[in-house]
């Protein structure tokens, strides 16, 4: 079978060494979805999280699954529910008969990685009780802070066609995900290469005899986050980048524009992407690359744009080709 990985390009940082072999070792398990899985990885390495919007049955869990295996991180998958409740993700606090004294029992949201599938089908205080864990990264139960892992992320999920029974996302949730990036079916030769897999006896629940290895360990998260912390951002790029945000406040279709959040962003995204490709430095194509991706889920547009059938994101792309391109 061939698992050749599109990421095999020539470099000399830790970051873009890592993030080639972690992106080889899921390869093995993901038919194409390139850019989706260099996405998903810069938000990792970013220490943000990412919302996932596509049907089912396009390997959302495999990719995270993967990925947990290939970085050595703990994985989680919980399934949002509409009578799922707070306790459910944060755990409990359980009284022992023998000590007489209660103990705290861990939910499902201490990991690593969490897939947090179908968000939008739990009610708002559900929600809300992954939004401290996002936000502050521990969780409080009965007045107890309890700290989650230091690369606690959170990928989530929502159906774009299925509306009957959710709970849209608020705007203060929306905003706490670095990127929301839309995943589409897989081209012809992909799908092709997938049934080929499964006919061999590809086993997605069976990701060891896949062969995907760990690649990465935790003493390699220092030498990350300091080459990514160490990417050398131009005054013209922040400019370029201050100028892309602003852009959304005063369009005519757009009713609430991007935040400065949305902008710190932005250039998170944009120097973790960078790293991974090898660079010392942010370019206007890094920029470009993750608009779409970090604006689409924190703009709303007006009523009437929406009768009209606006596009967010083609609003986006017309935006960044409005903005001038630092040299």
Avoid: C
């Avoid at 398990?29 to 899985?37: A, D, I, M, P, S």
């Avoid at 290939?70 to 306790?87: C, M, V, Y």
């Amino acid at each position: 079978m061939d698992v050749t990985s599109p990421f095999n390009q020539s470099g000399t940082s830790e970051t873009r060494r890592l993030g080639e072999a972690v992106l080889n070792e899921i390869a093995k398990v993901v038919v194409g979805q390139e850019e989706v899985l260099e996405l998903m990885l810069a938000t990792y390495y970013a220490g943000g999280h990412l919302l996932f919007e596509g049907v089912p049955g396009l390997a959302k869990t495999l990719m995270v699954k993967a990925l947990g295996m290939a970085a050595g991180a703990s994985f989680n998958r919980i399934q949002f529910t509409p009578d799922l409740l707070p306790s459910d993700i944060t755990g409990t606090n359980v009284f022992n008969l023998a000590s007489q004294e209660f103990n705290f029992r861990n939910g499902p949201v201490f990991a690593s990685l969490i897939l947090a599938d179908e968000v939008n089908r739990t009610p708002p205080k559900t929600q809300a009780a992954l939004l401290e864990a996002m936000e502050e990264r521990h969780v409080s139960v009965d007045g107890k802070t309890y700290p989650l892992p230091a690369d606690f992320t959170v990928f989530a999920t929502q159906n774009p066609v299925e509306y009957e029974g959710t709970y849209p996302l608020p705007e203060a949730q929306l905003d706490r995900f670095l990127m929301k990036v839309l995943i589409d079916y897989p081209d012809e030769q992909e799908e092709t290469e997938i049934l080929k897999r499964y006919n061999s006896g590809f086993n997605p629940h069976d990701l060891v005899s896949a062969g995907i290895t760990q690649v990465m360990q935790p003493e390699h998260w220092p030498t990350i986050r300091k080459e990514i912390n160490d990417i050398r951002v131009e005054d013209g790029v922040l400019v370029y980048i201050k100028a892309i945000v602003r852009s959304t406040r005063s369009h005519r279709a757009i009713a609430l524009g991007a935040s400065p959040r949305a902008g710190i962003a932005l250039l998170k995204g944009a120097k973790s992407l960078a790293a991974l490709r090898g660079k010392a430095y942010i370019t206007p194509d890094e920029v470009q690359t993750l608009a779409a991706p970090v604006l689409r889920h924190r703009l709303i547009l007006t009523p009437e744009s929406e009768l009209e059938g606006g596009d967010v994101n083609q609003l986006i792309g017309g935006l960044v080709s409005g903005v001038p391109v630092p040299r």
